[in-house]
C-alpha cells in the first residue's frame, strides 16, 4: 500500500518507472476492495452520506487502509490500519507543499489534518468539521472573546471566511496571509492602495514591511477606521520624535516632532483639539505637499492666485483673501484695510501664512506662531499682541505696526506701539460673517485702482511688493 501512496505521489521516479510499479502493483495487490462492497445498507453507510464526500472514499477506501487479518469483520479485533499516520496518509495523494512553505499553520504542520477536516464526508465544503469561522475559533478562542465585544468589526472578517485573506496550511509570507499584507488589501481597497504607491507626496509607513498594519487593526478595533489607537495617539505614537529625513521620507530636512509641538501649548488648532489630525492629512498620500488634504504652498513666499490657499480656506472664510476692503471677512484689518490681502494674496512674493501663523498649536491669541517663522535659519519673531478691536505686531519684517478696526491707524503718523492712544476699549461692531448687505457693498467696491489705502501698510517693509493695486482686481 505505501508503494502505491509513494507512486501517487512520485515525481522523480520516470513515466517507464511508473509503469512498471503499476504492473508490480497489480500482480501483487490483492483484488481492490472497491466502495462498494464496504458501504452497504449495513455497514459504513453513514461515512460517506454527508453531501461532502471525499473523492478518495467514494473511489476506493483501500487508498487509505490497509488489512490486517484476512477476515473482516472480526469481533474485538482490528482488522484494518491506516497505510500511513498524520500528513504522511494524506501526503500520497496531496502535494505537502501545502505545509511546507516557510510559515506554518501548528495543526497542518503536525499533521493533524483531521483537526480540520473530516476524512470521509462532511456537510461543509472542503471536508471543514465546521463552518469556517467557528472551526478557527475552536483554537482562537481569545479572538472570538474579542469580537464580541470590539466596537467595530472588518467588514470581511464578519462576511466572509478567515481564509478569505489567510491560508490554513502554510504561507511564505507572515501571518499566514495569502499575499503581502498591502496586496491582500489592495485586493478591495485598490484606490487607498494605489494612492500610497502612487501620490506625489507619500508616507513612509506605507512602504515599510508592516504597511496598513501599521496603522490598522485588520480583524476588529475598538477605534474607528480600525485603528490602532486614537487617531491623534496613533500618529503622535511615530510623530513624537524629530525625523531627520534620511530615512528616505519626505526630502526636505526631515519632520519636527509634533507631539512637542503641541506639548502644553495653550491654544491647539480647531481639529486637534477634537483629537484629529487626518481631516487636514492624508495618511495615506497626497497630491500637496506634507500630505495635506489640498492645495497649500510650501515656502515662505508663494504668487497669489485663487486656490493658493484652497486647503486653509476649505475651512475657514473662503472670502478671507478676496476684497482688499472688507468688513467682515477677516478680523485682521486696519478699519476696511484687509491685512490678509496685504500680506498673502499678492501676485508676486505673497507672504504665506506660516509666516504669521503656527500650523498646528500656540501660546498665542489666533494662533499667531509664538516662535516665529522659520526664515532660512532664522525664526522671523512676531511678537503679536491683541487688543480688543485690533493688535500689533513687532516683527522682524517692519517696524511695530498696529491695526484697529474701529480707529484705523494712520500708517503716516504711526510711531510705535507704545503711542498707542487707548481706544482700544470699544468692542468691535462689525459681526464675522453673515451680514450680507455689507458684502455686497463691498463686491460693489471690487473696481480696480480705487484702493488708496492699500499700498500704505507696508511701505516700510524689508521685502517690497509693487503689484499691490493689481490685485485688487482679483
Ligand atoms: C483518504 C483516506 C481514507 C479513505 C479513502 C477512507 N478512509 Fe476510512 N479512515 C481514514 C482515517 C484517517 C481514519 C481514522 C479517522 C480518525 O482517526 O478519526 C479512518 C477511519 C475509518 C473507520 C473507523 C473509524 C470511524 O470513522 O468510524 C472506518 C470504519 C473506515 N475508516 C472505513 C472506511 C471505508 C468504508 C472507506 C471507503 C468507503 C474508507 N474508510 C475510506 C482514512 C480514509
Ligand atoms: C488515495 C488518495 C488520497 C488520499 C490518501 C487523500 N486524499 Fe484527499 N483527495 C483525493 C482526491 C482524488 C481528491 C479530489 C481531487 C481534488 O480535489 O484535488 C481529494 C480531495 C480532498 C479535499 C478537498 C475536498 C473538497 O471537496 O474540496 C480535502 C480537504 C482532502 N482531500 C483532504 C485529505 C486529507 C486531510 C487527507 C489525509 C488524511 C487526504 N485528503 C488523503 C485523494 C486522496
Ligand atoms: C486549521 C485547519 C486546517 C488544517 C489543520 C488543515 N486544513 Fe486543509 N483546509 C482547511 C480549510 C479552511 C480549507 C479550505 C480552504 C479554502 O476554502 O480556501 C482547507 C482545504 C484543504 C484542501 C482543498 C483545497 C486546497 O487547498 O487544495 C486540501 C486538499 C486540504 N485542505 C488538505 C489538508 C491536509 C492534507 C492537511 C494536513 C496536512 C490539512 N488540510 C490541514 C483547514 C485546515
Ligand atoms: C487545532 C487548532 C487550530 C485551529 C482549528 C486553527 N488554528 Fe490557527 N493557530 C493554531 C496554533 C496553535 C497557532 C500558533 C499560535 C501561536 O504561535 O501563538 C495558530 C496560529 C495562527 C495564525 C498566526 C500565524 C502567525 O504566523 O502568526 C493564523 C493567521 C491562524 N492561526 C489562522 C487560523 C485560521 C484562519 C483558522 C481557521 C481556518 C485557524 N487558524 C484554525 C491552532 C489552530
Ligand atoms: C481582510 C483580511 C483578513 C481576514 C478576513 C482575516 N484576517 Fe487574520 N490577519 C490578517 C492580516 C493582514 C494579519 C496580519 C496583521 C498584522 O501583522 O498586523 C492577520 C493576522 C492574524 C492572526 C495572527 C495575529 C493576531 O492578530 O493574532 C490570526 C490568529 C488571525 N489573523 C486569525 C484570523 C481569523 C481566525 C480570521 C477569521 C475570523 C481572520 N484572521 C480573518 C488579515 C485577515
Ligand atoms: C475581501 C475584501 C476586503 C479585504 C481583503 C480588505 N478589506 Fe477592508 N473593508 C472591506 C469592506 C467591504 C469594508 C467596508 C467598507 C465600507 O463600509 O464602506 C472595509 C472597511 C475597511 C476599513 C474601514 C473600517 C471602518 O470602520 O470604516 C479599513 C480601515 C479597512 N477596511 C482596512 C483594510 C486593510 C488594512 C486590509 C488589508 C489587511 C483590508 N481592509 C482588506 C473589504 C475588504
Ligand atoms: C499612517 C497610518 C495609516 C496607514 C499606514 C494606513 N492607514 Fe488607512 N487610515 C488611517 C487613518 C488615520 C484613517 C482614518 C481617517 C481617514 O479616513 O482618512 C484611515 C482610514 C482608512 C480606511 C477607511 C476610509 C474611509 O473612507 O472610510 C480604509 C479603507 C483604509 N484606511 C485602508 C488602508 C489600507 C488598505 C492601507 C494600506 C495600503 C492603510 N489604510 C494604511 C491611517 C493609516
Ligand atoms: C488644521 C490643519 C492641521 C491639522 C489638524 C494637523 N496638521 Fe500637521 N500640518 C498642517 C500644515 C499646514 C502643515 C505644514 C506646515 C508648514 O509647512 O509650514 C503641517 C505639517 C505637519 C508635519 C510636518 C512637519 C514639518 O516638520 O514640516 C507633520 C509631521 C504633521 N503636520 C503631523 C500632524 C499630526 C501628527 C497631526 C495631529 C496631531 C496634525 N499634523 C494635525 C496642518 C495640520
Ligand atoms: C508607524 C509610524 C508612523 C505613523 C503611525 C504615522 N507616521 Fe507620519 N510619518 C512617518 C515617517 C517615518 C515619515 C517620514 C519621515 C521622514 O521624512 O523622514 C512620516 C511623514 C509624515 C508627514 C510628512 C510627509 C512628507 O513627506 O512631507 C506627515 C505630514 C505625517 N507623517 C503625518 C502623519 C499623520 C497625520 C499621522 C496619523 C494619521 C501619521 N503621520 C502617522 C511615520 C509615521
Ligand atoms: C479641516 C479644517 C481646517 C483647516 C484645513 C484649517 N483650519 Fe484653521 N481652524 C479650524 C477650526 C475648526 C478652528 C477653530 C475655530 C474656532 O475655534 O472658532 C481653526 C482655527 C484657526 C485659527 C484661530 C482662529 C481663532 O479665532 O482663534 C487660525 C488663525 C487658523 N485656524 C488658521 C488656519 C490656517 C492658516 C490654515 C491653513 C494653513 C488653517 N487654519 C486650516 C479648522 C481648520
Ligand atoms: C502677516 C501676518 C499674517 C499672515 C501672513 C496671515 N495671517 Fe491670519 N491672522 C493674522 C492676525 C494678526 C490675525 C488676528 C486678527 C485679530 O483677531 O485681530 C489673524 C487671524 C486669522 C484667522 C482668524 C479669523 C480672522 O480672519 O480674523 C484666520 C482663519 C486666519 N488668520 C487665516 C490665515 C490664512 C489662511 C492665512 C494665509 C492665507 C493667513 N491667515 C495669513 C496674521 C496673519
Same mark, same amino acid.
Given at each position: 500500500?505505501?508503494?502505491?501512496?509513494?507512486?501517487? %505521489?512520485?515525481?522523480?521516479?520516470?513515466?517507464?518507472? +511508473?509503469?512498471?510499479?503499476?504492473?508490480? /502493483?497489480?500482480?501483487?495487490?490483492?483484488?481492490?476492495?472497491?466502495? %462498494?462492497?464496504?458501504?452497504?445498507?449495513?455497514?459504513? @453507510?453513514?461515512?460517506?452520506?454527508?453531501?461532502?464526500? =471525499?473523492?478518495?472514499?467514494?473511489?476506493?477506501?483501500? &487508498?487509505?487502509?490497509?488489512?490486517?487479518?484476512?477476515?473482516?469483520?472480526?469481533?474485538?479485533?482490528? #482488522?484494518?490500519?491506516?497505510?500511513?499516520?498524520?500528513?504522511?496518509?494524506?501526503? *500520497?495523494?496531496?502535494?505537502?507543499?501545502?505545509?511546507?512553505?516557510?510559515?506554518?499553520?501548528?495543526?497542518?504542520?503536525?499533521?493533524?489534518?483531521?483537526?480540520?477536516?473530516?476524512?470521509? @464526508?462532511?456537510?461543509?465544503?472542503?471536508?471543514?468539521?465546521?463552518?469556517?469561522? !467557528?472551526?478557527?475559533?475552536?483554537?482562537?478562542?481569545?479572538?472570538?472573546?474579542?469580537?464580541? #465585544?470590539?466596537?467595530?468589526?472588518?467588514?470581511?472578517?464578519?462576511?466572509?471566511?478567515?481564509?478569505?485573506?489567510?491560508?490554513?496550511?502554510? +504561507?511564505?509570507?507572515?501571518?499566514?496571509?495569502?499575499?503581502?499584507?498591502?496586496?491582500?488589501?489592495? !485586493?478591495?481597497?485598490?484606490?487607498? @492602495?494605489?494612492?500610497?504607491?502612487?501620490?506625489?507626496?507619500?508616507?513612509?509607513?506605507?512602504?515599510?514591511?508592516?504597511?496598513?498594519? +501599521?496603522?490598522?487593526?485588520?480583524?476588529?478595533? !475598538?477605534?474607528?477606521? /480600525?485603528?490602532?489607537?486614537?487617531?491623534?495617539?496613533?500618529?503622535?505614537?511615530?510623530?513624537?520624535?524629530?525625523?531627520?529625513?534620511?530615512?528616505?521620507?519626505?526630502?526636505?530636512?526631515?519632520?519636527?516632532?509634533?507631539?512637542?509641538?503641541?506639548?502644553?501649548?495653550?491654544?491647539?488648532?480647531?481639529?486637534?483639539?477634537?483629537?484629529?489630525?487626518?481631516?487636514?492629512?492624508?495618511?495615506?498620500?497626497?497630491?500637496?505637499?506634507? /500630505?495635506? #488634504?489640498?492645495?497649500?504652498?510650501?515656502?515662505?513666499?508663494?504668487?497669489?492666485?485663487?486656490?493658493?490657499?484652497?486647503?486653509?480656506?476649505?475651512? =475657514?472664510?473662503?472670502?478671507?483673501?478676496?476684497?482688499?476692503?472688507? #468688513?467682515?471677512?477677516?478680523?485682521?484689518? %486696519?478699519?476696511?484695510?484687509?491685512?490678509?490681502?496685504?500680506?498673502?494674496?499678492?501676485? /508676486?512674493?505673497?507672504?504665506?501664512?506660516?509666516?504669521?501663523?503656527?500650523?498646528?498649536? +500656540?501660546?498665542?491669541?489666533?494662533?499667531?506662531?509664538?516662535?516665529?517663522?522659520?526664515? *532660512?535659519?532664522?525664526?522671523?519673531?512676531?511678537?503679536?499682541?491683541?487688543?480688543?478691536?485690533?493688535? @500689533?505686531?513687532?516683527?522682524?519684517?517692519?517696524?511695530?505696526?498696529?491695526?484697529?478696526?474701529?480707529?484705523?491707524?494712520?500708517? &503716516?503718523?504711526?510711531?510705535?506701539?507704545?503711542?498707542?492712544?487707548?481706544?482700544?476699549?470699544?468692542?468691535?461692531?462689525?459681526?464675522?460673517?453673515?451680514?450680507? &448687505?455689507?458684502?455686497?457693498?463691498?463686491?460693489?467696491?471690487? *473696481?480696480? &485702482? !480705487?484702493?488708496?489705502?492699500?499700498?500704505?501698510?507696508?511701505?516700510?517693509?524689508?521685502?517690497?511688493?509693487?503689484?499691490?493695486?493689481?490685485?485688487?482686481?482679483?
Amino acid at each position: 500500500m505505501r508503494s502505491k501512496l509513494f507512486f501517487l %505521489n512520485a515525481d522523480k521516479p520516470s513515466f517507464t518507472h +511508473s509503469l512498471c510499479v503499476l504492473f508490480f /502493483l497489480f500482480l501483487v495487490s490483492p483484488p481492490l476492495a472497491h466502495s %462498494n462492497s464496504c458501504v452497504t445498507a449495513q455497514c459504513h @453507510s453513514g461515512l460517506v452520506s454527508k453531501p461532502v464526500v =471525499h473523492q478518495a472514499a467514494r473511489e476506493d477506501c483501500m &487508498g487509505c487502509h490497509v488489512r490486517k487479518v484476512e477476515t473482516h469483520p472480526s469481533p474485538g479485533q482490528k #482488522t484494518f490500519a491506516l497505510a500511513a499516520e498524520g500528513a504522511a496518509l494524506c501526503g *500520497g495523494c496531496h502535494d505537502e507543499k501545502m505545509i511546507k512553505e516557510k510559515f506554518g499553520h501548528g495543526p497542518a504542520v503536525q499533521g493533524d489534518c483531521l483537526e480540520c477536516h473530516n476524512i470521509h @464526508s462532511s456537510d461543509h465544503k472542503s471536508l471543514l468539521r465546521e463552518n469556517q469561522q !467557528e472551526l478557527c475559533f475552536k483554537c482562537h478562542q481569545d479572538f472570538s472573546e474579542g469580537m464580541k #465585544t470590539a466596537a467595530i468589526i472588518h467588514n470581511p472578517v464578519k462576511t466572509k471566511p478567515c481564509v478569505s485573506c489567510h491560508n490554513p496550511h502554510s +504561507s511564505p509570507f507572515e501571518s499566514l496571509l495569502k499575499g503581502k499584507m498591502e496586496d491582500v488589501c489592495a !485586493e478591495c481597497h485598490q484606490e487607498i @492602495s494605489d494612492k500610497s504607491k502612487k501620490a506625489k507626496t507619500r508616507h513612509l509607513p506605507l512602504s515599510s514591511k508592516q504597511s496598513c498594519g +501599521s496603522c490598522h487593526l485588520v480583524h476588529f478595533s !475598538e477605534h474607528k477606521k /480600525l485603528l490602532q489607537f486614537s487617531e491623534k495617539e496613533l500618529c503622535l505614537s511615530c510623530h513624537d520624535k524629530d525625523y531627520t529625513g534620511k530615512d528616505g521620507g519626505s526630502k526636505k530636512k526631515g519632520l519636527v516632532n509634533i507631539k512637542k509641538e503641541l506639548e502644553g501649548k495653550k491654544h491647539l488648532h480647531g481639529p486637534i483639539k477634537e483629537g484629529e489630525c487626518s481631516s487636514c492629512h492624508d495618511p495615506h498620500g497626497s497630491a500637496y505637499p506634507r /500630505l495635506l #488634504t489640498n492645495a497649500y504652498p510650501s515656502d515662505m513666499y508663494a504668487n497669489y492666485k485663487p486656490g493658493t490657499y484652497a486647503f486653509c480656506l476649505s475651512c =475657514h472664510e473662503e472670502n478671507l483673501l478676496r476684497f482688499p476692503d472688507t #468688513t467682515v471677512h477677516t478680523e485682521f484689518r %486696519n478699519g476696511k484695510n484687509n491685512l490678509h490681502f496685504v500680506h498673502s494674496a499678492r501676485k /508676486l512674493k505673497g507672504r504665506t501664512c506660516r509666516t504669521c501663523h503656527a500650523p498646528h498649536a +500656540s501660546n498665542s491669541d489666533k494662533l499667531i506662531a509664538d516662535e516665529g517663522a522659520p526664515f *532660512g535659519s532664522w525664526n522671523i519673531p512676531i511678537r503679536f499682541v491683541i487688543k480688543d478691536t485690533g493688535g @500689533s505686531c513687532s516683527p522682524g519684517c517692519h517696524q511695530t505696526k498696529r491695526y484697529d478696526r474701529l480707529h484705523p491707524v494712520n500708517y &503716516g503718523d504711526e510711531k510705535s506701539e507704545n503711542e498707542g492712544t487707548g481706544e482700544d476699549t470699544k468692542k468691535p461692531t462689525a459681526k464675522k460673517q453673515g451680514d450680507k &448687505g455689507q458684502e455686497v457693498k463691498e463686491q460693489e467696491n471690487e *473696481g480696480p &485702482g !480705487e484702493k488708496e489705502s492699500l499700498g500704505a501698510p507696508v511701505e516700510n517693509e524689508i521685502i517690497d511688493a509693487p503689484e499691490e493695486k493689481e490685485n485688487a482686481k482679483k
